[in-house]
């Protein structure tokens, strides 16, 4: 089992900047990739951003923007988002995929950017 609590979710105005953290714990050595995804209201949950040990991977949509990062003392997965844009706004979930292909979520944490 994997746990993953999120935080760092806030209201920002255009052009700002979050970081989003990502609390892992429980079998962590059992994890390939952990990931952020995002749902805004009416729309489908889209991944913006992967990492796992050998690369990191982002949507094109927050590519130059996002950077997603990991502090392995801390068990801690970051995505730092800057330059928001008003698109950006949806509710962001920490994803954690097992080499079993078994995933985890977390309870997500809203990003608001006003324009």
């Known amino acids: 089992q994997v746990q993953l609590a999120e935080s760092g979710g806030g209201l920002v105005q255009s052009g700002g900047s979050l970081r989003l953290s990502c609390v892992v714990s429980?079998?962590?050595?059992?994890?390939?990739?952990v990931n952020w995804y995002r749902q805004a209201p009416g729309n489908q949950r889209e991944r913006v951003a992967t990492?796992?040990?050998?690369?990191?991977e982002y949507a094109e949509s927050v590519k130059g923007r996002f950077t997603i990062s990991r502090d392995n003392s801390k068990e801690t997965v970051y995505l730092q988002m800057n330059n928001l844009e008003p698109s950006d706004t949806a509710k962001y979930f920490c994803n954690a995929v097992q080499y079993s292909n078994a995933q985890f979520w977390g309870l997500g944490t809203q990003v608001t950017v006003s324009s």
């Open positions: 429980g079998l962590i050595p059992s994890i390939y990739s």
């Open positions: 990492l796992t040990d050998v690369y990191t």
